[in-house]
């Protein structure tokens, strides 16, 4: 039933809530602030940004906040375990659990660091396509789906659309293709737009497809993805969809509030945007499901709980030293995203390890529809079952701190306020509250193709969009592997080569179409 809105908090109440936020705050919320400084206010001048984020925080402090705990509850201990590991992971310590005198193998074929949304990929489709005898091996540092596929938001989408590719890719191009002009670039970077949106459309039905040829129990549900935006962006949500449309990608579309109320539970002032074929799940299932699949075949294994430390180049093979030993392998995939650099010091500034946080709890807004993807101006959200899940984007790491699990209680906080202004009254026990790390790419487009030019490969760079870009790209990647050419290739190395952010000057550039 509804929720009536609560009185307002007395002065001590408020003076009290205000005494605990400031106690509470991290390090990881002074870096949020950065961020949030640099995207709420990008027109002002440095010192005008920080006072009026100054303004901001103390309302937020003094008045939002306290008003907003009154429908967040937190009166019990609060777990750091993401909502989606609650579930029993089925490969935890595998093979050790029932195999205390496992090994690593000495040499395989083709050697997968990192068991998560895109390892996982990589396993399935070589279980599915490798001939008997050539030999896969995915090691994890922990357990299967436990870094940031297991700690999202819980969506199949396709990323990005249209013009927010073209627009990020064009920004790019200033500095890493001055021989273009403007007109050029502008030509360049719808097409990287085409060969992202390509790539993504077919990523999605091919999840479907899989979901249901195998019959995964991952809780897939195709319901779509509805985005806030505010008033200042009507106009630019009017040029993206007709700029979409008028390239063939049907996916991203507008709804009027009356439609956003209907599906989500929203209510919104404004038009807001629309994923179509964007779907919910439960990501570690998913994960879990691939691998389990892929470890059916003898040709693949699966080593968690085995670190890789170091890659030698030794010429005919790579040797990978881990915390078990060492493995020979011909091909190698980083399958690591956000813990590239740490690995690849090449990576560095290439791939940028982000932060990003969520919560979840008991109850949250009545209205609040299952099944579809929900995000207002400064956060997201999705009801899960009983559980309603809600959380936000974040700031750039140092490389060491790729995978950090500290959440920032404040922005949880202000974040459950925020839901608040586009759900109304509500009651949330909060039971959750974790943090994870995404790759960003300097451009915000993916890089998939090989490292080295020889055979060792990478998947990353993914910004927040794993599962727009993991399946489809490791299905690329192991047909290159194999020499299969039966399938269309949808991350042609112009577009989508790691050169293209390490040696620009040297990268093989697409042609420009006329």
Request: net charge neutral; glycine share 8%.
């Amino acid at each position: 039933m509804p929720v009536d809105p609560p009185k307002k908090p007395g002065i001590f109440r408020r003076l009290k809530v205000a005494l605990i936020l400031i106690l509470e705050l991290r390090k990881p919320d002074f870096q949020a602030a950065g961020t949030y400084v640099e995207k709420r206010y990008p027109e002002q001048s440095f010192v005008g940004r920080w006072c009026r984020f100054l303004g901001w925080t103390l309302h937020q402090i003094f008045v939002a906040i306290p008003e907003n705990l009154q429908h967040l509850n937190i009166d019990g201990p609060v777990s750091s375990t993401p909502m989606w590991l609650l579930d029993d992971n089925p490969l935890a310590n595998h093979p050790w659990a029932s195999e205390p005198a496992a090994r690593l193998p000495e040499r395989v074929d083709t050697l997968v660091i990192g068991a998560g949304f895109t390892g996982a990929a990589l396993a399935y489709h070589w279980a599915k396509k490798a001939p008997a005898g050539r030999h896969a091996l995915v090691l994890e540092m922990d357990d299967p789906a436990t870094g940031s596929s297991g700690r999202n938001e819980g969506l199949v989408v396709m990323g990005r659309y249209f013009k927010m590719v073209r627009d990020t890719v064009l920004k790019s191009l200033a500095t890493a293709r001055p021989d273009l002009d403007g007109e050029q670039r502008q030509k360049l970077s719808a097409q990287f737009a085409t060969a992202y949106c390509r790539a993504a459309y077919r990523n999605a039905d091919l999840i479907e497809q899989t979901i249901r040829r195998e019959g995964f129990e991952c809780d897939y549900a195709r319901a779509g993805w509805v985005q806030a935006q505010d008033a200042e962006k009507q106009e630019s949500l009017r040029e993206s969809v007709k700029m979409a449309l008028d390239s063939g990608f049907a996916d991203w579309t507008q709804i009027t509030p009356a439609e956003a109320l209907e599906k989500s539970g929203m209510s919104l002032r404004h038009n807001a945007g629309f994923s179509l074929a964007a779907a919910s799940w439960h990501p570690a299932k998913w994960v879990w499901c691939l691998l389990q699949a892929a470890l059916h075949q003898p040709t693949v294994a699966l080593f968690t709980r085995t670190r890789v430390t170091q890659v030698e180049d030794q010429g005919e093979h790579y040797l990978v030293h881990t915390s078990r030993g060492a493995v020979q392998a011909r091909h190698l995939v980083y399958a690591t995203e956000s813990y590239t650099p740490r690995l690849l010091q090449q990576f560095h500034d290439a791939i940028l390890p982000m932060q990003e946080q969520a919560a979840s709890g008991d109850g949250g807004p009545d209205d609040m529809k299952p099944h579809i993807g929900i995000s207002g101006s400064w956060f997201f959200a999705g009801r899960y079952g009983k559980r309603v899940l809600f959380g936000s984007g974040g700031s750039r790491l140092p490389d060491r701190e790729a995978g950090r699990n500290r959440p920032s209680r404040f922005l949880t906080k202000y974040i459950a306020g925020e839901m608040k202004q586009n759900f109304g009254a509500y009651r949330l026990h909060l039971k959750n509250e974790w943090s994870g790390t995404v790759g960003y790419t300097p451009d915000e487009f993916p890089i998939v193709g090989l490292v080295d030019g020889k055979r060792s490969y990478i998947i990353g760079g993914m910004c927040g969009s794993g599962s727009g870009v993991s399946f489809n790209g490791g299905r690329c990647i192991i047909n290159r592997i194999l020499d299969r050419n039966d399938e269309p290739d949808d991350y042609p190395e112009a577009y989508f080569a790691p050169s293209r952010l390490l040696e620009p000057e040297n990268h093989p550039w697409p042609e420009l179409e006329t």
